[in-house]
Nanobody
Framework: QVQLVESGGGSVQAGGSLRLSCVAS?????MAWFRQAPGKEREGVAY???????GYVDSVKGRFTVSRGNAKKTVYLQMNSLKPEDTAMYYC??????????????????WGQGTQVTVSS
């Protein structure tokens, strides 16, 4: 069983920055960040593969950066130039096996508890 622990959420003014962290109990090949705002569907934000390839939803390109630490079990999401529409619960996700990555929640087997990000105008 893989456990994910997220941290780094908080409240900031528009234009500010936050850095989210996620640590898995074991190394994973594919990890990603999703978010869900009240009344909205869960949305893929960014993913990163074992080899360091990344993908982003168009709305965050140029503002968010996903990266991994020295250990493959750690993933970060640096969020700059935050906008009120970025307000959501952010979830870390990991695949149970394999290294194929895409922003489809159905391919992820393990999920963190979520960390709240609130951006005020």
């Amino acid at each position: 069983q893989v456990q994910l622990v997220e941290s780094g959420g908080g409240s900031v003014q528009a234009g500010g920055s936050l850095r989210l962290s996620c640590v898995a109990s074991v190394d994973r090949y594919c990890m990603a960040w999703f978010r869900q705002a009240p009344g909205k569907e869960r949305e893929g934000v960014a993913y990163i593969t074992d080899g360091g390839s990344t993908g982003y939803v168009d709305s965050v390109k140029g503002r968010f950066t996903v990266s991994r630490g020295n250990a493959k079990k750690t993933v970060y999401l640096q969020m700059n130039s935050l906008k009120p529409e970025d307000t959501a619960m952010y979830y870390c996700a990991a695949r149970g096996e394999g290294d194929y990555c895409q922003l489809n929640p159905r391919i992820f087997d393990y999920w963190g508890q979520g960390t709240q990000v609130t951006v005020s105008s």
